[in-house]
């Protein structure tokens, strides 16, 4: 138990979460890489021990060993070699959930390049976008017609672009990923020299959601995947050469969090259902059931979609563990998912700046509403516009204090290619998350909301997340969003944008009934005064809610 994290953590066991923050330390060797030390490390130790377990709608389904994900990722690691690709080149990987993105991603970590992850949605202008901003050398994408489309729209305006393979098979003017395999040996020497990758290096870049101007491009080190051993152990509490399960295209951060890093340092086996089109609760469930997953990650909005359905048609009694982040997860929620399955959600919050950051650990007992406690890799602090320090009861912005001279482990370094903004973010006494909250004397975070998410009407300030989770304990809500609406007398008054569950019509019946069922609730001045139904809320390509849409629309 335990193999390699013993290598890198003094203690691995604790005995509460005061033992946990007080002693909880991860020592990063000068030349880590996840692709040696980790995939190869389980190939050596333990050839035979699962890695992944991969199936898809078609009813495709396939094991990889450590061995094997060591193997094909060392032919892929010859085969990006062969066009070019070393230590500090970029490469983009459009894979949706396909297992080559874990041979893909393995390879790219072994040489020493920088990996960028693309999600499925990506247009030709975002495309164009990313390989300008980050000088893309190569691109490896699902033989997707939507996806080969934009890809070869943008590539003539991709100066830097040199290479486009396909998986999983070819077309004119396109690499065949699996056939290019098949030509390369199973060896890949560790490079030596100038030529290692340091844990400082740059291993993986995100570009952020976007919710408001351009994408931002977030830098990841080598040693970014020790800072999710947090995430994995002690927040998903994934187990030894059992089935994790995290929902997420591997275009996102949230596949980092729960696909890869933290569950292969620990030892799970990753579960992994390709799932294509329009997110179906009820094949999610079936294979939940089939595949006894042991623990299950999935946002919020996936837990409400599935509570729509007869969750208690399901066995899920080989599920021990359920968490959550990505979206604040509303009370009701927890409740309806504990009743109809015995399993507490526990929530996490971050970024994809970092691991999680705040979180409901193993020992902390989860307080419905609230985001749990401060990640002891971090020292977590609320502040106010001046950068003062916050006490219990005050609401501030989440600050992580002292990044200026060496950010901690799993925290991004910077801003790719752009020193000025990376000063600015990180250059200072704290990195501002841009996210409120305020700390109950017992030590328990609760989200407010992003900072422009922040209502002020009539001289209150009303959080979004408040109201948004009054609304959802209503049967007539599956979800919502929480934004400013203009108004001439007071400044903003609250406005809810709402999708209605099955057998529900938004008549003014139901918004007076709303209104009411929130005045009682919370605060009477926090109910929506105005109420829009839509069939699905605006959301950026990571799944997000575009609050900020929401409010340029009323704006006009």
């Given amino acids: 138990m335990d193999l390699l994290l013993k290598r890198y953590m003094p203690r691995v066991d604790f005995e509460s979460y005061e033992d946990f923050r007080d002693n909880y330390k991860i020592s990063v060797p000068e030349d880590f890489n ?43 690691a010859n085969f990006f ?25 393995t390879a790219l970590h072994k040489l020493g390049a920088v990996l960028i992850p693309g999600s499925l949605q990506l247009t030709k202008k975002d495309i164009a976008y990313r390989g300008n901003a980050a000088h893309i050398h190569g691109i490896v994408c699902v033989n997707d017609p939507f996806v080969i489309a934009q890809v070869e729209a943008a590539e003539s305006e991709i100066a830097s672009l040199k290479m486009k393979a396909l998986v999983p098979e070819g077309r004119e003017g396109w690499l065949d990923f699996h056939k290019e395999l098949s030509k390369y040996p199973e060896e890949f020497p560790r490079p030596a020299g100038e030529n290692a990758a340091r844990w400082d290096d740059i291993m ?69 259902y390709d ?38 048609k399901y066995d899920l009694s080989s599920i021990h563990h359920c968490a959550t982040a990505g979206e604040p997860l509303n009370p009701e929620v927890v409740k309806q998912w504990k009743e109809l399955t015995g399993l507490q959600i526990y929530e996490g ?56 001279n060496k950010p901690p482990v799993g925290l991004f370094t910077g801003y790719y290619q752009n020193e000025e903004m990376t000063r600015d973010k990180l250059g200072g006494a704290y990195y501002d998350t841009g996210d409120v909250a ?23 300030r009303i959080g979004p997340f408040e109201v948004e989770s009054a609304l959802v304990e209503h049967p007539a809500v599956v979800e919502c969003a929480i934004t400013g609406a203009p108004d001439p007398i007071r400044g903003q008054v609250v406005k809810a944008t709402i999708v209605l569950a099955k057998g529900y019509e938004g008549t003014p019946a139901l918004t007076k009934e709303l209104q009411n069922y929130v005045k009682k609730a919370t605060a009477p001045y926090k109910y929506p005064r105005v109420i829009e139904y839509v069939d699905e809320l605006p959301k950026t390509l ?15």
């Fill in 34 to 76: 996840f692709g040696y030390d980790v995939v190869d490390a389980w190939a050596k130790e333990e050839p035979e021990k699962r890695a992944l377990v991969w199936c898809n709608e078609d009813g495709e389904e396939r094991v990889f060993t450590f061995r094997d994900i060591s193997r094909l990722s060392n032919r892929a």
């Fill in 81 to 105: 070699s062969a066009h070019g690709v070393k230590k500090g080149s970029v490469v983009m990987l459009i894979l949706r959930r396909r297992w080559e993105y874990w041979v893909c991603a």
């Fill in 204 to 272: 993986l870049v995100y570009f952020t959601s976007g919710t408001t101007g351009m994408p931002k491009m977030v830098q990841h080190n080598f040693a970014h995947p020790l800072g999710h051993v947090t995430t994995a152990r002690y927040w998903q509490c994934v187990e030894e050469n059992k089935l994790h399960m995290s929902v997420s295209d591997s275009g996102w951060a949230k596949f980092g969090w729960g696909k890869i890093y933290g569950q292969w340092l620990c030892g799970a086996t990753v579960f992994c």
């Fill in 275 to 312: 799932m294509l089109g329009k997110f179906e609760p009820t094949h999610l469930l079936e294979h939940l059931e089939k595949y006894k997953v042991t623990t299950f990650c999935a946002p919020p909005t996936m837990f409400r979609f599935m509570l729509q359905e007869d969750v208690t």
């Fill in 349 to 404: 919050f971050g970024q994809s700046e970092g691991p999680v950051l705040l979180a409901n650990f193993k020992w902390v007992k989860p307080i419905p509403g609230s985001t749990g406690k401060p990640n002891p890799l971090f020292d977590m602090q609320l502040v106010d516009r001046a950068g003062n320090i916050l006490e219990d009861g005050e609401e501030g912005t989440i600050a992580i204090m002292d990044v200026k």
């Fill in 438 to 460: 305020w700390r109950d004397s017992s030590g328990y975070f609760w989200f407010v909301g992003r900072n422009d998410d922040v209502i002020k009407c009539s001289g209150y």
């Fill in 542 to 556: 990571g799944g997000k809610i575009k609050r900020a849409e929401i409010r340029r629309a009323d704006e006009k």
